[in-house]
């Protein structure tokens, strides 16, 4: 059974990249990983119960409907033997 690699072409480039910073082809780039994550709070906007409630609370008001009966019992016996009058 074969392996399944689903980014072997990402996989390639980055070998090809790693290759080429360890001749010094390219220089390696530097990540500062905590200046990243610090400037990335400024974006974080921090929210208060009530306006994380109202923001995600449904928008919708359903219609309060009152079904009221416009006929009698004994219309709906008088209709049901019309369809089946031998019941």
Not at 54 to 66: E, F, G, H, I, Y
């Amino acid at each position: 059974m074969s392996q399944n690699q689903p980014n072997s072409e990402d996989n390639f480039d980055a070998q090809r990249q790693a290759d080429a910073i360890a001749i010094g082809e390219e220089e390696a780039r530097n990540i500062d990983v905590e200046s990243d994550y610090e400037a990335s709070k400024q974006y974080s906007e921090g929210v208060s119960e009530e306006e994380a409630q109202a923001a995600t609370s449904p928008k919708q008001n359903p219609a309060q409907v009152q079904a009221r009966s416009q006929s009698t019992p004994d219309e709906f016996r008088k209709m049901a033997q019309e369809v089946q009058p031998n019941s």
